[in-house]
């Protein structure tokens, strides 16, 4: 294994010299051939367990799991809040929620430092291609051409500082087509950093035809907990409109609608939650209802779902095949994420939000010849705010004091500190929200959960290692008593930790408020 370099040279000169301060070109050009590229390549709602390193069932993964086989598969990567636009806040700037201006779906505050801010000023040349979904415009990048809002999955617009244009073609592979030509354009004297953001699979998972037909006669194998009944857990969960079998829509289903319909009553029709589908088996027409129909719901959004996913894997074969080509492996960390995970079916649900495991956890593999150990499985406990001051170590840079997370540098290298994290912090804010997801915050230790609905002034509490799917609320059983207070403890010293200390258990915020106020002026 060779030594990781890193240019000490360059990291002295950032200690002195303002944050976002010109470093000279000459010691940028010289550090470009010892500093690694970084591709940070990044989905939207991409389950962990819909990837075959991560040891699915309803689909293989064969190029991102070259990731894996070449680097290290992180086994318990958690978001601290569930929901695209906070989850890319947060990435960007290695702070919480509460502190980076960003707790919903509000405007994000792009005069703040960020990662790609950082890496600019230390001579990296910095792009961001597709979803970007945070309000303003990206800024710290020297290219970037991006979706606007959620984008679209065919013929989508794109933008940049000075122009926008509709390109044709399938959005995945517009973004790994243009990732690509980043790549051949950029300065060939300073290393690069790029952001390759993908729309899939957000919903409406709207596959290209290829994808597609892989999937459209496949059954896919249903979760356990497909036809979960929420005993023994609280209102939150059962008051939630992301059910598979109750909230799917017309849309969603990608059902057909009467071909003299238009503009609202179009619109209105696509949005109803059909209670019974009309089908064709071997050319008869067949109407589904009841337990027929549930089935065949969770069946064709898993089918779009996974082809959308599918896309994403060729194209990230694609791009890891042009760096072969071109001689940049070697040199180059590659990274595959997603903004959060993904329920699929899993306790009867689509969509993220709750912190229950499935949209909790999201994938992180990373590859870096010579430095990471191929095939390495790396269980340390590692979060999103970790990303931005891990990109920064590896690059040599000096990770700023107010950043939140932590560098994940040494579990890359297959180290464990003995003082690493043993426990996380987890708060969702968007209630009233989409789908009646509760306001709630909560712990996550590496064995068990407790999570707080402060609004219902409602707990869970789950023993993962016996209840890895959450089944069986503890909360309250009085052989548990003790555990309990310890989690509440836990769950209280992260709060004061991490500085987010508007409320505590037990207290009721006043009526209409999510949580702190957002910071630096941005729009709630």
């Known amino acids: 294994m060779k030594p990781i370099t890193v240019p000490f040279l360059l990291a002295g000169a950032l200690q ?17 051939d010892q500093r690694p590229n970084i591709l940070f390549i990044m989905t939207d709602d991409h389950a962990s367990h819909a990837m075959t390193c991560y040891g699915s069932v309803v689909n293989k993964t064969p190029h991102l799991d070259r990731i894996a086989e070449g680097g290290v598969r992180f086994d318990n990567c ?8 906070p989850s890319r806040a947060t990435i960007l700037t290695g702070k919480y929620s509460h502190l980076n201006g960003v707790p919903v779906f509000n405007r994000f505050d792009g005069s703040q430092p960020t990662v790609a801010k950082h890496l600019q000023a230390a001579g990296y040349y910095t792009g961001l291609i597709g979803k970007w979904h945070l309000g303003s415009d990206p800024t710290g990048f020297d290219h970037w051409e991006i979706l606007p809002g959620q984008g679209r999955y065919r013929n989508p617009v794109f933008y940049t500082a000075t122009d926008t244009r509709t390109i044709e073609g399938y959005c995945t592979d517009i973004i ?9 354009n950029r300065p060939k004297d300073r290393p690069f950093f790029l952001m390759s953001h993908h729309k899939a699979p957000h919903r409406a998972w709207e596959p290209d035809e290829r994808h597609g037909a892989m999937f459209a006669n496949r059954t896919i194998p249903e979760p356990a907990t497909l036809r979960d009944d929420y005993a023994t857990r609280t209102d939150a969960i059962k008051e939630n409109q992301q059910r598979v079998f109750d909230d799917m829509t017309r849309r969603d289903l990608k059902l057909k609608p009467p071909a003299d319909l238009k503009g609202k009553e179009l619109n209105q029709w696509l949005g109803v939650k059909p209670t019974e589908v009309e089908i064709e088996v071997d050319g008869r027409k067949k109407i589904l209802t009841g ?3 549930n089935a065949w719901k969770y069946q064709r959004y898993m089918q779009d779902y996974l ?6 894997d060729t194209n990230v074969g694609r791009l890891l095949d042009w760096l ?29 939000r709750f912190m229950y495991e499935e949209s909790l956890r999201t994938p992180f593999v990373v590859r870096w010849p010579g430095v990471i150990k191929p095939g390495t499985v790396q269980k340390g406990m590692a979060l999103n705010v970790d990303f931005a001051p891990t990109l920064l170590d590896v690059a040599g840079i000096p990770i700023p004091a107010d950043i939140q997370g932590r560098s994940l540098l040494p579990l890359l290298r297959g180290d464990r500190p003995a003082d690493w994290r043993t426990s996380m912090y987890y708060r969702y804010y968007h209630d009233p929200g989409h789908h ?9 230790t590496e064995t068990h959960k407790l999570i707080y609905f402060w609004k219902k002034n409602q707990w869970e509490m789950f023993d993962l290692v016996a209840d890895p799917h959450e089944q069986k609320n503890l909360y309250g059983n009085p052989a548990h008593r003790e555990l309990q207070e310890k989690l509440k403890a836990e769950l209280y010293r992260l709060k004061r930790e991490l500085n987010d200390n508007d409320q505590f258990a037990h207290e009721q915020p006043p009526a209409g408020v ?5 910071r630096r002026g941005a729009n709630p």
Not at 176 to 184: A, W
Not at 324 to 352: C, H, P, R, W
């Open 324 to 352: 072969d080509a071109n001689g940049l492996s070697e040199n180059t960390i590659v990274i595959y994420t997603s903004d959060q995970g993904f329920y699929l079916g899993d306790k009867g649900m689509y969509d993220k």
């Open 16 to 32: 002195v010299l303002p944050l976002l301060g010109g470093l000279s070109t000459v010691v940028a050009a010289a550090e470009a």
């Open 291 to 293: 337990e027929e129909l």
């Open 176 to 184: 790994n087509d243009l990732s690509i030509e980043f790549l051949k």
């Open 307 to 312: 082809a959308c996913v599918q896309s994403v």
């Open 436 to 444: 009646r997801t509760a306001a709630h915050y909560g712990v996550r």
């Open 78 to 85: 958690f978001v601290t809040n569930s929901i695209c636009t």
């Open 514 to 518: 999510d949580g702190p106020p957002p």
